[in-house]
Each structure stands twice: as C-alpha cells, then as structure tokens.
C-alpha cells in the first residue's frame, strides 16, 4: 500500500509539474519584442556570468529569471475569474450592420483586471460531419491552403480592447459591429481572450468555445409597386381573423384553421356545437398569402434567386406592418399563417436558409387554403435575365 | 448614488510613465559615480540633462530637429574618438551608455525607447556591480527593478487605454498633450486619491515574492568551475589607491593612515584563535636606496615566476596544528599584495588567479590591483605571527659570504653616513651572546627614547641621507621613520633586517563577528634575523612593552579589547553579510547551504517527532496518576467546553474566519453603522452610509470617500455645536 501511495504521490507531482510546462489546450503563449529582449538578456548575463563566476551576474540572472516567473503569474492572476457571456442581438439582415456584445465579469475580490483584448470572429456556418483532419503537409487531393484562405476571406475578425480597468466585482461591456454579407447562418464566435499584460514580455492567448449561431436575414431590397396590382378582395363574408384586433364585434363566423383560440366564442359554439369566433370590425380584408418556389429549374441564376428571397423577404416584412399578410408557404411545405411577429420571423429564418430545390417530379401543388377562402397569393417569377417579379392572381403586382 | 472607482487618466498614466523613466535614468547614471573610470563630469552633466528634462516635460519640444538627426551619428563619432584616445574599451562603453541615456532622456519616448533605457540602465547597474561588489549594488538592483516593472506595466496598461496601438510618438518640435500641462503634485495628489492600500499591499507583496524566488535562484543555479573568468576587469585599469606598493618614500604610509575608509575585513572560523594585536604583513622592503625602501630585485625574484592557480601552499604549521580558516575580504584599490599574518599552510581563491608568491617570506602577490574586492582563504596560519619561517634565507646565511644574492645586511650609504649609524649603534651597545632580541629591544627602546612619535616628523636639513639626519636629531617621527632606523641600526650591527609594510590591529565588528581594518590601521615595522632559530622576528619600534604582552592575547579577552558596536560597525557588518553569502557564494557554498537546509528539516523532523512522543508519555502518566474529585471535575469542564465549541461552530453560530461573511461582521459595514449613529449628516450621505450598512456589496460606493465625507461631516457638526453653544453663552 506504502509504494502504491509514493508511486501516486510521484504521479501526481509529474502531472502538476508538466501541467506548469506543457501548454493547455487553445492556449498560446508567444513572446513580444520585449520578451525576447529579456529573454536575449537573460542568456548574455547567464553566459557572462558562468564564464566569469561572478556573482553579481548571477543575482541579475536570478533577478531577470524572477521577473519572468512573476510576469507568468500576474498574467495568470489577471485573467483569473473573469467570466464573458457572448450576446448577438437579432435579427441580423444581410448587409446591415449588426453588433454583438461581450458581458465581462471580474469575479476577484480586490485585484482588478487590466489590457485585456477579445477577438471576434463571424463567419458563414455549414452543417455538416466533421471531416478527418488534414495536413499541408499531408493533404492528398485538397488543396488546404486554398480551403483554408476561403475561410478567411468569408469570415469577418475583429478585436476589442478592454481600454479601461475591470474593477473587483466590477463588469463591462464591449461591443463589436460587423456586417454580415449575404444570408444564411452565421456563427459569431469569441475566437479568444489575449493580454498582454503586466510587462509586454509575453502575449498570453487563451482561446474559448463561444459562438453563436445565428440566422441571418436576406438583405432588403428595393422594389416598385406596379397599377392593378393591388390585391383582390376576396369574395363572401370570410373574414380573418388576426391577433390583436381593434373595433366593434361585428358577426360570428365559422373557425377555420390557422384562427386565434382567443377570438372563439365560447356561448356560441356551446349553443351551436361547432367552433364559432368573433369578427371584428377593423379586420382587414386584403390579406395576401405569399408562396415562394424555389424550382432549380425555374431560378437557373444564383443571383437572380438571391434576388427573389431578398424580394420575397422584403415583400413579406411590408406586407406584415401593413397588416396584410396571410400566410407563407415555401414549395410544397405547408402554409404557415402570419399572425404575429414570431411567424413572420420564423419565416424569416427558413429564407435565410432556403436554397433551390431540384425540379419535383410532378407539379406542385399549391399549398391548401382554407375552402371557404381565396386568398391573393402572391407568387414571384424571373423577370429577364436579372429581375424578379411578384405575381397576385396573374397580375403583377411588384418587380425589382 | 454608486460612485466609481477613481482612475488615472490617459495624459495622468504619460507623466507617470515620463516620471519612472526619468527616475531610472537617475539611477542607473548614479552607478558611474562610484565607478571611478573618469567620467563624473560626463555623469553630472547627463544627470543634470535627464533631471532637467524630467520636471519639465515640454522641454524636450524644443531641441531643435537638426539635433536629432546629429544626434547618433555624434555619439557613434564620440565612441569611436574615445576608444582611440583612452584605449580601454570599457570605459568607453559606460561613456556611450550615458550618451545614449541623455537623448532619451531629452526626447519623448515610445515604448521601444522606454525598453532602451531599461536595458541601458540595467547595463550600468550590472557593470558597476561587477566592477565595484559593492553592497550598494543589492540596493540599487532592486529599487531599478521595481521601477522598471512598474514602467513597463504603465506601458502596457497605456496601450490597453489606447485600444491596443502603441501610443504615437509625439511630432518632433511639438509638445505632445500630457506634457503641456504638467503638475507634479497634483499629479502625486491624485495618486494618493486613488491608491488602495489593497492594491499596495498585493503589489508589495508580489516584490517581497520576486525577492525571495530570486535568491532561492540564486542558491539553486548550479555553479561549475570555469577557467577564464574575471573577464571585466581586464577592461578597465585602475591604480592602486593606497601606497602598499613594492617601493615607498617615507610619508607614504601616514598618508594612508589618514583615511578611514576599510580595507579589509577577515572571517575567522574559530574566534578562540583570534589575536588582539595582529600584524598583517604585506610587503618586505630590504633595499635602502635613495632615502627610500624598496623591494630589491633579488628578493623580488624568490616570489618566483607568474602562475595561474587558485590553490598556494605553503610552509606553515599546518590545518591540523592550526584548524582556524581566515578568510579576508580585500577591498578594491588597498594593493596587489595581499595581507596575510604569517606563514601559512594553504591560501585558496575562489576562481584561479595570476599570483606570484614566496612561501618562505609569506609574501602573495598578484599580477594586478584588483578593480573589485578580492576573497581568499588561509589555512593553517598561525595567529600571532611573531616569527616567520624562512628556509632559504636560512640556507643563505648559512653560505654567506660565499655566494648568493644580498643577505639583507647591507645599505647603500656614504661613509659618513654609516659612520654616523656607527655612533648611534655604539650608544645603544653591540649584540650580546643573549641573542638579536636583546639587541632589539635596546634599539627600540633607544629609538622611543630620543624621538617621540608624531604623524608631520621634520627631518632636518642638511647633507647625507634624511633617515641618518633623522637618527642623528631628536625630532619625531612616525612608524616608517621607526622602522627604517631600526633596520639600518640592525644591519650596521651585523644583524639581516627588512621593513615590512601592512596593517596593524583592526576592530572587532560585534555584529558580523569579524575583523575589520581599516586604512587608517596601516603602518610600517621591522623584521630581524634570528640565525639560531632560522625566523625573523617582529619588531615594532613604536609597540610599548603592554602592547607586546597584548599581542600574545587570543580569544574572547583579546576580542573583548577590539570590540567595536558603534553604527559604522552595524552598517559594515551588512557589507560583511553580502560578501559571505553573497559576492563569495560558490560551489562550496552551494552544496553547504543545501546540506545545512536538509539536516534543519530533518532536524525539526526529529524534534518535532521527539516533542509528541514526550508530550504523549507525560499525557499517559498523567492519565494513570490517582483521579480525585477536582480532577474529574475539571476534565469534565474540559470536555462540555470543547464539545459546546465545536457544537456552535457546526452550527454557525461561532464563525472561525476572521473575514467577514456575513453583515454583522463586516469591517466595513460595522465603520458605517457606527458612523450612522454618531453623525447628523445631510440625506444623500445618510444613504450612501445606509447602503454601505445594509446594502449588497456590488451596490457600494467607494467606502473610503464616503468615510472621509462623513469625517467631514461630523467636525462641520461639531464646530457648528461649538459655535451655537458659544453664542447661547
């Protein structure tokens, strides 16, 4: 048991002594011009001083040596307890400035935290298995730098000094602007903590697993409304139904899919044993249901689709602060109704993402609209080589 | 109202950071003082330039551009003129060191520029630590050190402040911001607003630490013997500051008994062999020439040929007879003779030395002054040195006559000089049968009879040599005098005599326990041949018979005469440390120090083992001792007390900590609630001291302003009540 115990006790002294030496995970420590002036120094005194025996030169050396082992520790201490949480505000449209924000924390009790910097990084994010690493050395048949100088080129960095002390107990925030440049997901991560402090003699950079993933929208764009295109009223007494609705109660009508619970009235459909909600008086009639096809087939140009989402996005937004959208619906998905903020922000996100589809094998059908109701849909088609149109029932309505 | 911690601002952190690079300019161009290669006029002008510079900030706006394009070309052309001119490389480095010191001094630094005079002034610092092994060196390392720390980390925490690019250099010709409005107190003012005695104490703290590493780097840094060493010194000359040279007129040695200064100090390992009057012999002076005494060519030549070597063996009693070990610490500039009592066993340096010496004459010589102090160790020496072995002169005066070099009998007088020592030798009376002692004392006591002793002697004028005019007249005179008559009287009357020059006496430095000797201890004696003993004997005309018996103390009663606890003793005996442990710390050392470190631990390994088991055996007697009622009772006590404690410690009602966890004994929310209760404050102090109280920590505001406020309020009360009551009166 006793040699088992010194044989442990050993272990555990080799682990914590090579843990001192051997550098962490995501953690770089590199010399500065000053430290490698000190550490040039150190050599020429130590070598001056073994030649010459002199004790004088071996205080300095000790002295220097000292120097840099306090360097480490002050290092070390500065960036101890303190805590960052990454915070992106969305929603982010594609070249619209957006920010994010670094909540710091100093979680000591009395040291505070100095010249620290954080580096930001916001690049495109792709889903999928994680490949076998490759080397430059090694890579067979991929071309890494190229791969790698891609990456670079797609990606936005950044760095934010912390220009003030981080008081005990104190916290700051930092914030970093960036553009996203085309839709899709971006993943904004915090790459990295870096100091430099206390002497200059050693950038310590520590990396962190911070990121976010964050769709981003398309990018709005500009578009001309065209005569007769506004949309039909649709025929009947059919009403819709939205959240939030103002005026007096005008009638009852029959529930259709996709109607609020809260505008049910309950007597009624007791009375009548079938779902009746109220219709009010302010509701607007000019609903419109957007439905956007993404045929590979149909949108043959990458730029002229962009263009399509982007109009589509825009459209969508325009038609929701008019309180005039219905619902959305992409291919052959289902309709998805637009009765609050948080729908058409979903919608929002699946055209960030939404990419062209192979031509189906058969012709679409159209998404289901409730029987009692035709609605405008709103289609969108090319127009010419590089222009979009929005189609309402065979009339265009909209083009960029 | 939570108010935010004070800071420095950006223009505050420049003049800070101008502030401590000046400072260490000053520093390290203080070192070329004490440097003595000739530079102390240079010195003090960049001093002055630095100094200038420093309190003035805007100055350096107005050196014109033209100079500073001139600037390194002049000082490269200086170098180079000063190499050609002086020939000593050294020098010449420092000279250019502080030219470079002065024009960053004088202009407005980037951070690069602040590392160039780190470097600069380290250079300094370390070359005349080198150079010099001064104490003074410990100090001035660790006062740059910590500037130079604190210099840097203002630089970087600057260029945090200016979101990471270094600061720009400031145009030449225009006064950057921070200097344009510079004031020095209130700058200190604000330093003092804004230090916290936290921060203070941490950063003490983390110095205290890099002192303490750096020594226990120090001791752990292997050392190996190298050859080749000492390799600063041979680019510098220095002379010898004192007369100990192989010639001397007479006068020289008073002149150096009129400086104080210390010479050297002597480490002995066993202080019962400490004697109360010792003579530390240097020189032997056996040629009278030309009104002076000299070491003749013949003698010098027994010194033997130049060796390199850190061992000398010699022919005394031996380290068994004698188990004393001195070692001396010879101070810079005193000689290249090295003081030492007698015959000695072995002499060790600490790296090898180019020395000559001569065993028989215990004579030790090395090639050049010292430019620093010089350690070495004797052993085997004996402690009184009244008489020195000398084999081959024995062998000598054994042929003489027949052969040989000179016998250290004859002088090179004229006739009426001699004829004079003659009469003067006949007053005293020839050598009896009852030896060259008997002779001697006569001699002496002849000499201090017709002539006092006095530092300023006259010699009278007149023809023939001075020391014969000085013999034939009754004027004082002083040891060299002494000594020089002695020896031409012994060799008039047929005896070999030799002045010998050096040290006599010395203090005892009660706190260092060691011997100290100064320049003013320096003096002069003779030394005779004693044939049928085969040494010669010491003789000090000037020694009183009391000092005689004096010299034949040891040990604590000769210690006791030579005791010395004033505060020059004090400060030397720090000296006296930092050579021990410090200048001197070698291989030896190394190994010493880590077996002294082993045998403490497993010492208070041992004791601590010794101490339980004997406090465990007193504990089982106690228990089997007879248990009356008073005992039962109080172990009983005993027991309810420590498991009420710890009953009320479980349950945190009796906290252990003496940091403050909870409201009640936080220091600073008790100052607050006793400020509430005393003071009759305006609304908003009364919240900030309620929110201090009561509030969470996060939510403070800074303790100390609103502490100094309620201070304020509290003597505005009073005066207020003073003067109320006043008028009621």
């Known amino acids: 048991m006793n040699q088992a115990d010194g044989s442990n006790r050993r272990l555990f002294w080799r682990r ?364 969108f088609e090319p127009e010419g080589t590089r222009g979009v149109a929005a189609i309402v029932n065979g009339i265009k309505t909209a083009a960029t | 109202m939570e ?187 604000r330093l003092w607003d804004i230090s916290d005695w936290r921060l203070l104490a941490s950063a003490a703290g983390l110095f205290v630490g890099v002192v303490v590493v750096s020594g226990l780097l120090f001791m752990a840094i292997p050392r190996f013997q190298l050859e080749n060493s000492l390799f600063l010194e041979r680019f510098i000359t220095k002379r010898a500051m004192t007369g100990f040279n192989d010639s001397i007129k007479f006068g020289d040695i008073t002149e150096i008994t009129q400086d104080d200064s210390i010479a050297f100090d002597v480490d002995l390992s066993d202080p019962a062999q400490a004697p109360a009057l010792p003579y530390w012999r240097m020189i032997v002076l056996d040629e009278y020439k030309n009104g002076g005494f000299k070491l003749s060519a013949a003698l010098r030549s027994e010194l033997g040929r130049e060796r390199t070597t850190a061992n000398i063996l010699g022919i005394g009693p031996g380290a068994g007879r004698t188990p004393a070990t001195w070692t001396f610490y010879l101070e810079s500039g005193v000689s290249r003779y090295l003081p030492i009592l007698g015959n000695f066993w072995a002499l060790r340096f600490r790296e090898a030395q180019n020395v000559r010496y001569s065993p028989d004459m215990a004579i030790v010589a090395l090639r050049d002054e010292p430019a620093a102090m010089t350690a070495y160790r004797v052993e085997g020496m004996a402690s009184d040195g009244i008489e020195i072995r000398d084999r081959a002169f024995a062998v000598r005066w054994r042929k003489r006559g027949l052969v040989g070099p000179p016998l250290q009998i004859g002088f090179d007088l004229s006739e009426g000089d001699k004829a004079a020592i003659a009469r003067i030798d006949a007053a005293v009376g020839p050598p009896t049968s009852k030896g060259p002692q008997e002779f001697a004392d006569r001699v002496m006591t002849y000499l201090r009879r017709t002539h006092p002793y006095s530092l300023s002697p006259q010699i009278p004028e007149g023809p023939g040599d001075p020391l014969v005019r000085w013999m034939a007249s009754g004027e004082p005179g002083h040891c060299e005098l002494f000594a020089g008559a002695f020896v031409l009287m012994a060799r008039s009357a047929g005896i070999p005599a030799h002045v010998v020059t050096g040290f006599k006496g010395g203090t005892w430095n009660a706190y260092s326990g060691n011997y100290t000797i100064r320049n003013s201890d320096a003096h002069a004696w003779a030394e005779i041949w004693d044939g049928a003993r085969e040494t010669w004997l010491r003789e000090d005309p000037l020694a009183v018979a009391a000092a005689s018996d004096l010299s034949q103390q040891k040990g604590d009663a000769a210690i006791a005469g030579l005791m010395d606890r004033s505060w020059s003793a004090r400060l030397n005996s720090l000296r006296v440390f930092w050579y021990r442990r410090i200048v001197n710390f070698d291989q030896q050392s190394q190994a010493d120090t880590f077996k002294a470190v082993k045998e403490a631990t497993g010492n208070s390994g041992k004791w601590l083992r010794t101490a339980v088991s004997e406090a465990a055996h007193r504990a089982k007697v106690w228990f089997k001792g007879p248990w009356n009622g008073p005992r039962i009772a109080r172990v009983f006590l005993a027991c309810a007390g420590a498991l009420g404690a710890l009953w009320l410690i479980a349950t945190g009602r009796l906290r252990l900590s003496p940091v403050a966890v909870g409201r009640r004994t936080d220091p600073v929310r008790r100052e607050a609630g006793r400020w509430l209760k005393r003071i009759d404050a305006p609304d908003g102090l009364v919240a900030e001291l309620q929110r201090l109280r009561y509030g969470p920590v996060p939510t403070w505001p800074r303790p100390s302003d609103v502490f100094r406020r309620a201070r304020r309020a509290a003597s505005s009360s009073r005066r207020r009540r003073r003067a109320s009551s006043r008028n009621t009166s």
Request: aromatic share 8%; net charge positive.
């Open chain 2, 3 to 189: 108010s935010r911690p004070q800071r420095l601002n950006l223009d505050e952190l420049h003049q800070l950071r101008w502030l401590l690079g000046g400072l260490l300019m000053l520093l390290s161009v203080a070192t070329v003082f004490y440097l003595d290669i000739g530079s102390e006029l240079m010195a003090s002008v960049v001093l002055l330039g630095i100094l200038v510079a420093l309190v003035a900030p805007a100055l350096p706006a107005r050196v014109p551009i033209w100079a500073h394009r001139l600037a390194f070309p002049a000082i490269v052309a200086f170098f180079a003129v000063d190499i050609r001119i002086t020939g000593q490389l050294l020098p010449a480095i420092v000279r250019l060191d502080l030219l470079l010191l002065l024009y960053r001094g004088v202009c407005y630094r980037a951070r690069r520029d602040d590392l160039q005079i780190v470097v600069l002034g380290l250079f300094l610092i370390v070359v005349a630590g080198v150079l010099t092994v001064s104490l003074l060196f410990a100090a001035q390392i660790l006062v740059f050190t910590g500037c130079a720390l604190s210099l840097l980390m203002l630089v970087t925490i600057a260029e945090s402040n200016e979101g990471g690019q270094a600061p720009k250099l400031a145009v030449k010709g225009v006064v950057p911001p921070w200097a344009s409005h510079v004031d020095w107190r209130k700058l200190f003012h």
């Open chain 1, 16 to 379: 914590v002594l090579w843990g001192l030496v051997w550098p962490r995970r995501f953690e770089r420590i590199q010399p500065t011009i000053s430290g490698v002036v000190l550490i040039g120094l150190s050599l020429g005194i130590g070598t001056a001083a073994y030649n010459s025996a002199s004790n004088i030169l071996f205080i300095a050396l000790a002295l220097l040596l000292a120097c840099l082992i306090l360097s480490g520790v002050l290092a070390w201490l500065n960036l101890r307890k303190v805590e960052w949480k990454l915070e992106v505000e969305p929603p982010l449209q594609a070249g619209q400035e957006a920010g994010l924000s670094l909540l710091l924390r100093n979680g000591k009790k009395f040291l505070p935290t100095y010249a620290l910097w954080f580096e930001f990084a916001a690049g495109p994010f792709e889903r999928r298995e994680p490949s076998r690493p490759e080397s430059t050395i090694t890579a067979k048949g991929i071309d890494v730098w190229a791969a790698l100088s891609k990456v670079k080129s797609e990606e936005q960095r950044g760095t934010v000094h912390l220009r003030t002390r981080l008081d005990p107990g104190g916290e700051a925030r930092l914030d970093w602007m960036f553009t996203p440049p085309r839709r899709g997901l971006l993943k904004v991560e915090l790459r990295g903590v870096g100091s430099l402090f206390p002497f200059g003699f050693l950038r310590k950079q520590a990396g962190t697993d911070i990121f976010r993933v964050i769709p981003v929208w398309p990018a709005p764009v500009e578009y001309r409304r065209l005569a007769g295109g506004s949309p039909r009223r649709p025929e009947g007494d059919h009403r819709l139904a939205r959240v939030g609705n103002e005026g007096e109660m005008i009638a009852l009508r029959h529930y259709e899919v996709g109607d609020s619970h809260r505008l049910v009235h309950w007597k009624a459909s007791a009375r009548k044993r079938r779902l009746l909600i109220r219709q009010f008086s302010s509701q607007n009639s000019d609903a419109c249901s957007i439905w956007m096809r993404t045929d590979a087939a149909v949108w043959t140009r990458p730029e002229q689709f962009e263009l399509m989402v982007s109009l589509v996005a825009t459209i969508s937004q325009d038609l929701f602060r008019a309180g005039r959208l219905h619902s959305t619906a992409i291919d052959s998905g289902a309709r998805v109704a637009a009765k609050r903020l948080a729908d058409l922000e979903s919608f929002l996100d699946r055209l960030a993402q939404v990419r062209t589809a192979p031509a189906p094998t058969a012709p679409y059908a159209p998404p289901a609209y409730p029987t009692r109701t035709r609605l405008n849909v709103m289609t």
